[in-house]
Structure formats: structure tokens, C-alpha cells
């Protein structure tokens, strides 16, 4: 471990400036929240998933991407006064330093940058590794103290390579030329990518959108993310979508609104579907492995990248990441953190989470 990164012992350790409060991770040398699962004076928001991002606090700092999508979402209740702050720009709160750098989770997506008293701890938010045009890409920022998601963190879960998923169902459509294929995908993220997926993979015919996906296809558009041809579903006929690539929330694609496709083959777009017997329970005939968090191997590259000498775990599988940054003389704990959800309860469930 570089000699730059071991504590000062006459610095305050970060465990005596940040704490887990009922409310979420409190900075109190800034007096802020980082994802305040209630209403807080000041938060400070990685990103706009529903479980991170939450409507009511009085002052909110977030890119400007994650401002946009919150107002989107929450309307007049995302909050009190709020404040954009661009990736890479450093604000003064309090006594901390606050930067925000890019997470490579969804549009607008960030890491949180926090020096104080001479030490640096990097909270990542939700983040992925892979190459995404719909976002810009995880940036590692070398730190004292690395406190990481870890919704994937166990072996089991090593994400395929994302065009291989999407050649399965593009083969899939060939092999039925006659029946819709309709893919469970989160409205946001989830859904901008996969289509980003399918055209970087030569499709470019119309996509047809669930009406409860089309407000952030539209803000997304808005932020110069290209698309190509999208089409409302929810007003077509069934005769449009005969051999049609329909998407739509997970929620309804098991509901009585699927039934006005035809014969449709049923996806879901997801990390979880690595688990069969979940993808059987919901009764998804193609499981499609495309996920928008670091998978077990890049969660575990993800800390040789920072070389933080302490890594705190948390809204995941937080003991086998421990274990194993321990095992590689990394000091790691697990954070008692909650009301953060993982991929599962947006879009197998019907929540908004991420």
C-alpha cells in the first residue's frame, strides 16, 4: 500500500467525522447528509434512483444531471433549494471539501469526494465499471477510506460480457420472427441503456416503450443521449406489435397489460437473472444478464484501483467483500446503513430502486 495513503495518527480518523445515523451517513464536519433515507436539512445525492434519492430534504447538492432527473420524478416535492454542482468542481461545506466524480451508474450518476483535516473518503454511490454511452464512466479516486456498494458482492455473480446478452435476444427475435418479445427493464438506466445496447448491435428498427418509460427516454434525449426510433406502445394495436421488441417496467410485463402483445416471449434485463431459479419464480423464458452495478470482479478491481487502505461495505453482500479485503491487508467493515434497496426491488418487485 503506498506510504500516501496511510493514516496520520494525528488526523482524525473518518470514523470520528462520519457516522451512520438513523437518517443515513451524516458528515458532521459539513452538517450533510450522503442519501438520507428521511427528510434532512442538507443532502447530498449520488444519484436519482428512488432509494437514493428522496424527496423533501430543505437543501440538495447534485450534478446537474441528477437535479434534472429528480425534478422529473418528484415534481415540486424533490425539495427546498438546489444546487448543481458540476463533476470535478470543488465546493466548501462547512469544514469539508465536496467534489463529485463520475459513478458510471445512470446519467448524472456520481462519487462522493469528502477531505477533511487532511484525509480523503470516497463514498461511491451505486457504480459500475463497464463501458456505458448513456453515462459518463466510473472515475477511481485514490483515498484514505473507500466506502463501497457491494449489491453484487459474491462470486457467484460475474456479469457476461453486455452484446453477448443482447445477441441472445436479437437471436431470439430471429429464431420468432411471428411473437413480440417484451423486456422488463428499470425506467431509469436500465432502460436508456439496453437500447443504447441494441443499437451499438446493428438494431435499428422501432422500439416500442411502455408509457411509464417514455418521460426519461425524453430526458435523456434532452441530455444528447441518441436512441433512434422509439414508439408508444401502450396505445398501438396488437397487430404493430407482432414480432415487435416492446419494453417495458418488470411489474408489467407479468400483468394483464402484456396481453395485448402477441404470443409475447418474455425478458428480463437484469443482474439478478445470474439467479435461474429467480427468472423461473417470474416466469421470464429469456433471462437477459445485464446489470448496472460492478459485479464481484469489478467490485474487487475496484479496490486495488483506489488503493484505499480502509474500505467500509455497505447496501449489499457486505461480508464477502470484507473478507476478502482482508484478506488482501485491506482494514474492511461493513456499515449498518438502511433503506437502500438492490436491483431486485425496482424491478422484480415493482419499486423504483436501482
Known amino acids: 500500500m503506498s506510504a500516501a495513503h496511510q493514516f496520520n495518527p494525528d488526523r482524525p480518523h473518518p470514523d470520528r ?11 458532521e464536519p459539513g452538517g450533510f447528509h450522503i442519501d438520507p433515507v428521511r427528510p434532512v436539512e442538507r443532502a447530498v445525492v449520488t444519484h436519482g434512483h428512488s432509494d437514493h434519492a428522496r424527496p423533501g430534504n430543505r437543501h440538495v447538492l447534485a450534478t446537474p444531471g441528477t437535479l434534472a432527473i429528480m425534478r422529473q ?53 451505486d457504480y459500475k465499471r463497464r463501458f456505458d454511452r448513456t453515462c459518463a464512466p466510473f472515475e477511481p479516486v485514490p ?9 453484487f458482492g459474491l462470486p457467484v455473480f460475474r456479469h457476461p460480457p453486455d452484446l453477448g446478452e443482447v445477441g441472445k435476444l436479437l437471436h431470439s427475435m430471429a429464431l420468432f420472427p411471428e411473437r413480440s418479445h417484451v423486456v422488463g427493464v428499470y425506467a431509469l438506466g436500465k432502460c436508456q441503456r ?66 395485448r402483445l402477441a404470443d409475447p416471449v418474455v425478458a428480463v434485463a437484469s443482474g439478478w437473472m445470474r439467479v ?3 427468472a423461473r419464480q417470474r416466469g421470464v423464458e429469456l433471462p437477459l444478464v445485464i446489470s448496472d452495478h460492478a459485479d464481484w470482479d469489478e467490485l474487487c478491481q475496484t479496490l486495488e484501483d483506489v488503493g484505499a487502505p480502509e474500505v467500509w461495505v455497505t447496501h449489499g453482500r ?37
Open 17 to 27: 467525522w462520519i457516522r451512520v445515523l438513523p437518517e443515513g451517513l451524516y458528515v
Open 73 to 125: 420524478r418528484m415534481g415540486e416535492g424533490v425539495g427546498g433549494s438546489l444546487q448543481a454542482l458540476e463533476y470535478g468542481e470543488t465546493l466548501r461545506i462547512g469544514d469539508v471539501d465536496v467534489r463529485l466524480v463520475p459513478a458510471g451508474h445512470v446519467l448524472g450518476s456520481a462519487q462522493v469526494v469528502l477531505e477533511h483535516a487532511g484525509s480523503r473518503v470516497v463514498v461511491s454511490g
Open 143 to 151: 483515498c484514505d477510506v473507500f466506502v463501497t456498494e457491494a449489491t
Open 194 to 259: 439496453l437500447i443504447t445496447l441494441l443499437r451499438a448491435a446493428g438494431y435499428d428498427r422501432p422500439i416500442w416503450l411502455h408509457g411509464a418509460l417514455e418521460p426519461l427516454c425524453r430526458l435523456y434525449r434532452d441530455w444528447g443521449v441518441e436512441l433512434g426510433e422509439l414508439r408508444p406502445a401502450t396505445v398501438a394495436a396488437k397487430e404493430d406489435l407482432k414480432g415487435a421488441l416492446v419494453l417495458a417496467p418488470p411489474a408489467a410485463v407479468a400483468d394483464r397489460w402484456a396481453r
Open 276 to 278: 435461474r431459479q429467480r
Open 318 to 354: 457486505e461480508e464477502a467483500l470484507v473478507h476478502y479485503a482482508t484478506s488482501r491487508g485491506i482494514r474492511a467493515r461493513a456499515l449498518a446503513l438502511i433503506g437502500f434497496e438492490d436491483e431486485d426491488s425496482e424491478g422484480l418487485s415493482g419499486g423504483e430502486a436501482s
